[in-house]
């Protein structure tokens, strides 16, 4: 790989994906929507705001120009919320090198077209699907930041391509495997963020680990059988970005949706609870969406519809919970 790579959003994780990269000997160049995020990163290493403490090896450098950034880039690593992917790329895609690679961080459906991420890269790009690739797995920003081991998915139907990015994020901590299975992988990480709030929820309400356990559990169940319906191989869900992202998030205090969830779950609102947290729950919108597929495929996904409920329509979790636990028994 010759050319820079571009990562298009300097949050949490598309700054700690920035130095992933220049660990891994390439150059980048991050694009941050305000000019002084940009500014910050070019001229002291710095992104006060998202990562306060992680100092950016001498390959990043920043732009407020997304058009700069992405010029000449052979990888364009998108890292923006879910919800305003696609109007982001309209305005990118015409810039995009003829055979760029399209990476994507994001980690949620799109509401109304209840759409996944590389499906909204390929019709906002134009682009052929196997020029996407989908990085998901147990990889809280913070952590990779401090430069602790993690291991992650890098899904694309091409597994030449695959195997590219996978080569571009190798790391002395930060390991990457291969997987074709591009819907199983996005499903894994968009659905254990909506998991991750129930999670949050039920820790705020003082219960304890076997109910966080049943919610681990039945999460991943409803997760793959959606998956299934959707066309992916339930054996992802075995793997890092199934069970190992959605028992990461869970079980990390550092999840902004896990942190959303509590919030929920001490009867806060959804107003206050997006008052008291800052950065992006991708489930609190991807849960709508994730119930709208559901329904749509006849798959039954009772966590994800008793969280939308606490989300959006106002329920006291404490009936969310009593919905949740009188359900027909049934096979395991
Ligand atoms: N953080 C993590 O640990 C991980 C996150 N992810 C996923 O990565 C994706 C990005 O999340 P993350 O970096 O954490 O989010 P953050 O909330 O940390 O950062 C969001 C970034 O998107 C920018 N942004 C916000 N609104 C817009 C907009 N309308 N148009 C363009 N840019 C916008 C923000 O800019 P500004 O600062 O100006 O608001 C910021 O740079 C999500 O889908 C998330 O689920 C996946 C794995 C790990
Ligand atoms: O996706 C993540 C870890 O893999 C980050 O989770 P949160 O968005 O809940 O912080």
Redesign the pocket.
Known sequence: MSGHVAVL????????FAKILADAGREVAIW???PP?AEAIRLRGRNP??LPDLRLPHRVTATGDAVEAISGAEVVVL????Q?LR??LAEWASHLEPDATLVS????IELGTTKR?SEVIVETAKVAADRVVVV??P????E?AAGQPAATVVACTDIGRATLVQRAVTTPYFRPYTNDDVIGCELG?AVK?VIALAYGIATAMGFGDNTRAMLITRGLAETARLGVALGADPLTFAGLAGMGDLVGTCSSP???NRTFGEHLGRGETLEQAQVAT???A?GVKSCLAIRDLARAHRVEMPITEQVERVCHEGVDPRLAVRALMSRTTKPE
């Not at 959003?9 to 700690?16: D, E, I, L």
């Not at 990889?139 to 913070?142: C, D, E, G, R, V």
């Open positions: 959003g300097a949050g949490s994780w598309g700054t700690a941050a929507r305000r995020v705001e998202y890292a923006v919320p879910s305003t109007g982001n961080l994001m980690k949620g991420m998901s797995g990889n809280l920003a913070p990779i990480g963020n550092l999840s902004r800052r950065q992006t991708e």
